[in-house]
C-alpha cells in the first residue's frame, strides 16, 4: 500500500483497535489526505461504537468506543455519499457525542451524502457540534 494511505488492510487494523478500547480517550481523529475510500469509512464507523443493531434498524449506540472524540478530518478523500452514509448512521446512534469539529472537505460528497448527513444531525446526538466543513464537495 501507498505511503500515507489507509486501505482495506490498515482501516481493519485501525477499527480492531478501536473495538478493543485502545483509543478511549482520543479527542482527536487525523485521517485527511489518507486514501480513504468508502469501504475504509464503513469499517472505521462500525467500530466506533458497540450497539445491538438487527437488520432491519440501527439501534442506539450502548457504548461509545471514543467518548471523547471530539473532531474528525476525513478531507481529501474518496469516501463520496456511501462512506458518509455509513459514518451517518454511526453519528446518529451516538457514536460521537462530544463531537464538535467535522471535516468532509474535497471528499466527493453529493445530496445524497448530505441527506444521510441531516438524519444524523437532527436525531439530537450530535449536540455539541459547532464546525462542518464540507468545501469542495458536489453540493447545489
Do not use: Y
Not at 500515507?4 to 478493543?20: D, K, P, T
Not at 478530518?73 to 469516501?79: H, P, R, T
Amino acid at each position: 500500500s501507498k505511503r500515507g494511505h489507509v486501505g482495506s488492510r490498515s482501516a481493519r487494523r485501525l477499527a480492531r483497535a478501536l473495538e478493543g478500547g485502545s483509543f478511549e480517550g482520543l479527542q482527536d481523529l487525523d485521517l485527511s489526505r489518507a486514501g480513504m475510500g468508502a469501504g475504509s469509512l464503513e469499517m472505521l464507523a462500525s467500530s466506533l461504537c458497540q450497539t445491538r443493531a438487527t437488520a432491519s434498524e440501527l439501534l442506539p449506540c450502548t457504548t461509545p468506543r471514543c467518548p471523547s472524540l471530539s473532531q474528525i478530518d476525513l478531507s481529501c478523500n474518496g469516501v463520496g455519499d456511501r462512506g458518509l452514509r455509513h459514518l451517518s448512521d454511526a453519528l446518529g446512534r451516538g457514536s460521537c457525542p462530544r463531537l464538535q469539529v467535522l471535516k468532509l472537505a474535497g471528499c466527493g460528497i453529493g445530496m445524497v451524502g448530505i441527506d444521510a448527513l441531516a438524519g444524523a444531525l437532527a436525531s439530537g446526538r450530535v449536540e455539541e457540534l459547532q464546525h462542518l466543513d464540507l468545501s469542495g464537495n458536489r453540493l447545489q
